[in-house]
């Protein structure tokens, strides 16, 4: 088990940069030949990063100078590390399910912008002219929620000449009202191959099918969805980790504080107190480190991000403070926040269920100024990487990075149901990875719980 450190994070860093990049290239070149090196160059890149933070957070490859499975006691001084993250875990898990899909929705664009008539017309000689109908065979309103206009199929010839000898291709039009003989349009084709069709569309747009970069159109869908991520950027990054260990434990109620060891571990019911007049939500059953005393046990709930089995073996018979501050009108089976305070002075933050005097032992009362409170190191090691709760969500993950590395080496793009069954599994594939290793994580905390 390893804790999160410099070389976890640095690794994380690039694989994001990776994705940014794959974005990036979508946006400058948005339909190019396959295979698409410069896209297979960020997967790379992504792919290696991920790799190399599997191998730290899974203790194959520690850092120089410190074995994969000692805790780093020591507080370096100068980089007191304050924070504790895991309490933005669920916000930043959201903000990445939003901001990844990014890159995808770029793809997704791409992929279904190089349909066989664009390939074929690329082939041939492309040119963006200006034509003008000369037939409208069909037109059809196509009237939804969120859009309303017509699709037609057209005959057109360059303007200024009528098309008589010449076979001037085929196209449709989308337009805001019925097109008419006369009517004016840039289209793209290829003069050799004039059986291939003509695609009718803005100067931008045209110009995005030639390699050049995403059209406003692709530039206005992915803003809107830019919405999403940036949103949940805000409720992730804002200051919701406590900036201060005690921060949220000590009320205005009387601090209780009570002297334990580290028994073993467990799990438990975290209900949280309400929140003026918002709805209380249901409990959630959470890992927990058993705390023990000279008049019973309590246990410290924590995040459920956390396994506290390493905990548990790293820190067996440590001896601490545990300081939670009940209100007058709690109820006992609300959790309040706690803080576990080792002689050593590192701290785990957490929860601890309120109770009654002859469910759980109450502490003693701590009154005036709190002294040295305020300790510089949360506790480790942090079990990043869980095999037994992972592994079969990564599996779907990885479905969906195999399926993005098909689409851009360009593997069944003169069809359509190959793309499509790609497109299919990497839309899914993060969703289904992510509801997977939280059932794999219930189930596993669960088997906790029967430890009692």
């Given at each position: 088990m390893r804790e999160r450190d410099l070389g976890t994070a640095a690794a994380s860093a690039l694989a994001w940069a990776g994705a940014a990049a794959f974005l990036i290239c979508l946006l400058v070149r948005k339909i190019a030949p396959y295979p698409r090196w410069d896209l297979l160059a960020c997967l790379a890149v992504s792919a290696g990063a991920v790799l190399m933070w599997w191998l730290r957070a899974s203790g194959r490859l520690a850092p120089a100078g410190r074995a994969a499975t000692e805790p780093d006691r020591s507080v370096t001084v100068g980089r007191r590390r304050t924070r504790w993250w895991p309490e933005r875990r669920i916000e930043l898990v959201i903000l990445a399910l939003t901001a990844l899909p990014l890159p995808l929705v770029m793809l997704f664009l791409s992929t279904t912008a190089s349909t066989p008539q664009v390939t074929a017309i690329l082939a041939h000689h492309p040119r963006i002219v200006e034509v003008t109908i000369t037939q409208v065979h069909h037109s059809y309103l196509k009237d939804g929620r969120n859009y309303r206009y017509y699709e037609s199929a057209v005959t057109v010839a360059a303007t200024g000449r009528s098309g008589k000898g010449s076979p001037w291709p085929k196209g449709t039009v989308q337009t805001s009202h019925p097109p008419h003989p006369g009517n004016r349009f840039l289209g793209l084709y290829a003069t050799d191959a004039p059986a291939a069709g003509i695609i009718l569309d803005s100067r931008a747009e045209l110009h995005a099918l030639l390699g050049g970069h995403a059209g406003p159109g692709d530039l206005a869908l992915l803003a809107l969805y830019s919405l999403f991520p940036l949103v949940f950027a805000v409720?992730?990054?804002?200051?919701?980790?406590?900036?201060?260990?005690?921060?949220?434990?000590?009320?205005?109620?009387?601090?209780?504080?009570?002297?334990?060891?580290?028994?073993?571990?467990?799990?438990?019911?975290?209900?949280?107190?309400?929140?003026?007049?918002?709805?209380?939500?249901?409990?959630?059953?959470?890992?927990?480190?058993?705390?023990?005393?000279?008049?019973?046990?309590?246990?410290?709930?924590?995040?459920?991000?956390?396994?506290?089995?390493?905990?548990?073996?790293?820190?067996?018979?440590?001896?601490?403070?545990?300081?939670?501050?009940?209100?007058?009108?709690?109820?006992?089976?609300?959790?309040?926040?706690?803080?576990?305070?080792?002689?050593?002075?590192?701290?785990?933050?957490?929860?601890?269920?309120?109770?009654?005097?002859?469910?759980?032992?109450?502490?003693?009362?701590?009154?005036?100024?709190?002294?040295?409170?305020?300790?510089?190191?949360?506790?480790?090691?942090?079990?990043?990487?869980?095999?037994?709760?992972?592994?079969?969500?990564?599996?779907?993950?990885?479905?969906?990075?195999?399926?993005?590395?098909?689409?851009?080496?360009?593997?069944?793009?003169?069809?359509?149901?190959?793309?499509?069954?790609?497109?299919?599994?990497?839309?899914?594939?993060?969703?289904?990875?992510?509801?997977?290793?939280?059932?794999?994580?219930?189930?596993?905390?669960?088997?906790?719980?029967?430890?009692?």
């Amino acid at each position: 088990m390893r804790e999160r450190d410099l070389g976890t994070a640095a690794a994380s860093a690039l694989a994001w940069a990776g994705a940014a990049a794959f974005l990036i290239c979508l946006l400058v070149r948005k339909i190019a030949p396959y295979p698409r090196w410069d896209l297979l160059a960020c997967l790379a890149v992504s792919a290696g990063a991920v790799l190399m933070w599997w191998l730290r957070a899974s203790g194959r490859l520690a850092p120089a100078g410190r074995a994969a499975t000692e805790p780093d006691r020591s507080v370096t001084v100068g980089r007191r590390r304050t924070r504790w993250w895991p309490e933005r875990r669920i916000e930043l898990v959201i903000l990445a399910l939003t901001a990844l899909p990014l890159p995808l929705v770029m793809l997704f664009l791409s992929t279904t912008a190089s349909t066989p008539q664009v390939t074929a017309i690329l082939a041939h000689h492309p040119r963006i002219v200006e034509v003008t109908i000369t037939q409208v065979h069909h037109s059809y309103l196509k009237d939804g929620r969120n859009y309303r206009y017509y699709e037609s199929a057209v005959t057109v010839a360059a303007t200024g000449r009528s098309g008589k000898g010449s076979p001037w291709p085929k196209g449709t039009v989308q337009t805001s009202h019925p097109p008419h003989p006369g009517n004016r349009f840039l289209g793209l084709y290829a003069t050799d191959a004039p059986a291939a069709g003509i695609i009718l569309d803005s100067r931008a747009e045209l110009h995005a099918l030639l390699g050049g970069h995403a059209g406003p159109g692709d530039l206005a869908l992915l803003a809107l969805y830019s919405l999403f991520p940036l949103v949940f950027a805000v409720a992730a990054l804002r200051a919701r980790a406590a900036s201060l260990a005690s921060e949220g434990v000590f009320g205005d109620g009387g601090t209780r504080m009570l002297r334990v060891r580290l028994a073993g571990v467990g799990a438990g019911d975290r209900l949280r107190r309400p929140v003026g007049t918002s709805k209380q939500a249901g409990p959630v059953l959470s890992p927990a480190l058993r705390l023990a005393s000279s008049s019973g046990t309590r246990d410290l709930l924590l995040e459920r991000c956390l396994d506290p089995v390493p905990l548990a073996d790293a820190l067996k018979d440590s001896q601490g403070r545990l300081y939670w501050t009940p209100r007058a009108n709690d109820r006992p089976e609300w959790s309040t926040p706690a803080l576990l305070v080792l002689d050593d002075g590192r701290y785990l933050r957490g929860a601890t269920a309120i109770g009654t005097p002859t469910q759980a032992p109450t502490g003693e009362p701590v009154t005036g100024f709190l002294p040295g409170l305020e300790p510089g190191r949360p506790m480790g090691p942090y079990a990043l990487w869980q095999p037994h709760v992972h592994t079969p969500g990564v599996l779907c993950f990885a479905a969906a990075f195999i399926a993005v590395v098909l689409l851009v080496s360009g593997v069944g793009s003169g069809g359509e149901a190959l793309p499509t069954a790609c497109l299919l599994v990497v839309a899914s594939g993060p969703l289904a990875g992510v509801l997977m290793i939280g059932r794999r994580r219930t189930r596993y905390v669960r088997q906790l719980a029967q430890q009692r």
